[in-house]
């Protein structure tokens, strides 16, 4: 079967990956946006500066390297249900500089506004390869916090089972208080 949804590296991204890796330094990358191509479903081009049919740009609320694969970066973005209605077949991942650094196409998936009746919170995702994950900055801006329930349930549960365990430590001490 053919792959048929990928992201790739624009010549741009590429250009400026080599030049962080090569220079030491960190490529920063801070916004993701997501597109719907003008109802058509795109192929991702290295030449591309920008997406064939922007509806929304913002801040990244993931940025991390795959710890199941060193050479993965996973960027995510997640699109409140307040906001919507318009159909996401591409996604773009620029730098701080507002340079495309990656292009994706996805499934096409539509995304409501609670004004059409129906909304609905979407993540955005993005796993990118590159041979150095240590040329880009894995910093995301602190004050742009939005967090998925399934995110939430499990920082939760971690620390549910961290206080069980320093409370059952806590008991079993002969004495706890010295």
């Known amino acids: 079967m053919t792959v048929k949804y990928y992201a790739i590296l624009t010549n741009q991204g590429a250009a400026r990956l080599a030049n962080a890796t090569m220079l030491g330094s960190k490529l920063n990358l801070t916004q993701m ?28 609320n993931l940025l991390s390297v795959d710890p199941n694969n060193q050479s993965q970066i996973i960027a995510e973005q997640i699109i409140p ?13 620029y730098d701080d500089e507002g340079v495309l650094i990656a292009v994706a196409n996805c499934p096409e998936t539509y995304k409501p506004q609670l004004q059409e009746g129906s909304g609905r919170t979407q993540t955005i995702r993005m796993i990118l390869v590159v041979t150095n994950t240590e040329a880009i ?18 920082e939760v549960l971690e620390l549910k089972l961290y206080v069980d365990d320093q409370m059952r430590n806590h008991i079993a001490a002969q004495d706890p208080h010295t």
């Open 33 to 60: 946006a997501v597109g719907d191509a003008n109802g058509v479903l795109p192929t991702p081009d290295p030449a591309q500066t920008k997406l064939i049919n922007q509806k929304r740009i913002a801040p990244l």
């Open 137 to 154: 900055t894995l910093k995301i801006d602190p004050s742009v916090v939005l967090a998925t329930r399934k995110y939430v349930d499990d």
């Open 81 to 93: 249900e307040n906001e919507g209605g318009f159909w996401i077949r591409e996604i773009g991942l």
